[in-house]
C-alpha cells in the first residue's frame, strides 16, 4: 500500500515531452547504428520497425518508474471501456480511412505539383501471406505497445494538465510529425485529433489503439489486395486521392458525417449516466473556456470527478519556462525531421 501511495495518477507535461524526445532520439542512435551493420533491406527495415515500437515502451516504462507515475493508470490500462464501445471505435477508423485518406491524397498530389515527389519506402512482403501477416502484425500490433503507450498514455497524461484541446490537438501535431512523412503528414494530424479526443473522453488507450490498429490494417489490407486484384481499384483510387474532385467531394463528404455520427454516439454513451442525474454542464467565460469544461465534463462520471479533473488541468503552461520550452523543443525536433524529407524528395 505505501508503494502504492506514492504513485502519481500522471506526468507533467515537461516530463512527458522529454519522455518523447528521449524515446525519439534513442529511435534515432538504434538507426544509425543498425545502419553500419551489413544487413540487406528488408532486414534492416525489420529490425527499425520493430525497434522503434520497443524503444517507446521501455522508454515509458523508465520514465514511468523514476518520476513514480503509475504506467497503468496513465495509460487507462485498467478501466477498459465495455465491449459495445469497440465496434464502434472499428467504425470510427473506417470512416477516418475513408475522410482523411483522400483528403491527404490530394495533398500529396498538390506537393508533386509543387515538385516534391518522396515517399518513403517500407518493406512490406506481397509476394507471401505468411511474411504479409508477419508484417500485419509489426505494423499493427506492436504501435500499441510503442505509440500508444507514449502519446496518448504519457504525452496526453501531461498534456491534459494545460488543457483538453491542447492535449488533443499538440499529441495530434506530434503524432503527425512522429511519422516524419510529408505526404502522410495531413491524414496522421486529423487522425491523431480524433485519437486523442477519444482516448480523452473515454480515460485511456483503448480507443485510440484500436483505432490505431484498424487505420493500419486498412491501409496494409489495402495495398496488398490492390496488388492481388481483389480490392476494388475505383475505391483504391479514391483512397488514394487519385479520383476525380467530384467523386472526392461526395465520398469525403459523407465519410465525415458517418464519422461525426459515430463520434456524437460514443460522447453520448458516455455522457448518458450524467444526463439520468440531470447534472447540466454550465461554464462562464469565453466560448474555447466553455469547449474546454464542456469536455471535461463530458469526460467525467461525477461532479466531484469534475472538479477534481479541472484542478489537474488548471495548469498554465506560461507558469513554467522549463516546460514551455520542452514543448517547443519536442515539435521543434521532429519537424526538423519533416523538413528534411522535403530537401530528399524536393528535386524527385
Keep these: 500500500?505505501?508503494?502504492?501511495?506514492?504513485?502519481?495518477?500522471s506526468f507533467d507535461l515537461g516530463t512527458a515531452c522529454a519522455?518523447?524526445?528521449?524515446?525519439?532520439?534513442?529511435?534515432?542512435?538504434?538507426?544509425?547504428i543498425i545502419s553500419l551493420i551489413p544487413l540487406s533491406d528488408a532486414v534492416r527495415t525489420w529490425m527499425i520497425v520493430i525497434l522503434n515500437q520497443i524503444v517507446f515502451f521501455a522508454v515509458a516504462m523508465v520514465f514511468a518508474r523514476v518520476k513514480k507515475v503509475d504506467l497503468l493508470s496513465v495509460t487507462g490500462v485498467k478501466n477498459p471501456p465495455k465491449w459495445y464501445y469497440f465496434p464502434i471505435f472499428i467504425l470510427i477508423a473506417v470512416a477516418c480511412v475513408a475522410c482523411f485518406a483522400p483528403i491527404s491524397g490530394l495533398f500529396r498530389r498538390l506537393l508533386?505539383?509543387?515538385?516534391?515527389?518522396?515517399?518513403?519506402?517500407?518493406f512490406i512482403p506481397r509476394d507471401s501471406a505468411g511474411l504479409f501477416t508477419?508484417?500485419?502484425?509489426?505494423l499493427t500490433i506492436l504501435p500499441v505497445l510503442g505509440e500508444e503507450v507514449m502519446l496518448r498514455g504519457v504525452l496526453m497524461s501531461g498534456a491534459k494538465r494545460k488543457s483538453p484541446l491542447f492535449a488533443i490537438f499538440y499529441t495530434a501535431l506530434i503524432f503527425a510529425l512522429l511519422h516524419g512523412n510529408?505526404?502522410?503528414?495531413?491524414?496522421?494530424?486529423?487522425?491523431?485529433?480524433?485519437?486523442g479526443y477519444v482516448a480523452y473522453l473515454t480515460g485511456g488507450i483503448y480507443?485510440?489503439?484500436?483505432i490505431h490498429m484498424t487505420n493500419n490494417a486498412i491501409a496494409m489490407l489495402l495495398d496488398y489486395g490492390f496488388m492481388h486484384n481483389f480490392v476494388n481499384k475505383n475505391f483504391y483510387y479514391y483512397v488514394a486521392g487519385e479520383l476525380g474532385a467530384t467523386a472526392t467531394i461526395v465520398g469525403v463528404s459523407l465519410s465525415f458525417f458517418g464519422l461525426v455520427m459515430l463520434i456524437?454516439?460514443?460522447t453520448c454513451l458516455l455522457h448518458r449516466d450524467r444526463s439520468k442525474v440531470k447534472d447540466y454542464f454550465s461554464a462562464e467565460g469565453s466560448a474555447l473556456d466553455k469547449v474546454k469544461a464542456y469536455l471535461i465534463y463530458l469526460s467525467t462520471p461525477t461532479v466531484e470527478k469534475e472538479n477534481e479533473a479541472k484542478q489537474e488541468q488548471g495548469v498554465k503552461l506560461s507558469a513554467d519556462g522549463?516546460?514551455?520550452?520542452?514543448?517547443i523543443l519536442l515539435a521543434a525536433v521532429l519537424g526538423v525531421v519533416v523538413l528534411a524529407s522535403i530537401f530528399v524528395g524536393g528535386n524527385g
Design 1 to 9: 500500500m505505501d508503494n502504492e501511495s506514492k504513485l502519481s495518477k
Design 19 to 32: 519522455a518523447v524526445l528521449v524515446g525519439f532520439g534513442v529511435q534515432v542512435v538504434f538507426q544509425f
Design 112 to 122: 508533386e505539383r509543387w515538385g516534391y515527389d518522396h515517399t518513403p519506402q517500407y
Design 134 to 138: 508477419l508484417a500485419f502484425f509489426a
Design 182 to 195: 510529408l505526404n502522410q503528414l495531413v491524414h496522421q494530424f486529423l487522425l491523431g485529433a480524433v485519437m
Design 207 to 210: 480507443a485510440s489503439a484500436t
Design 264 to 266: 456524437v454516439l460514443v
Design 322 to 327: 522549463y516546460t514551455l520550452l520542452l514543448v
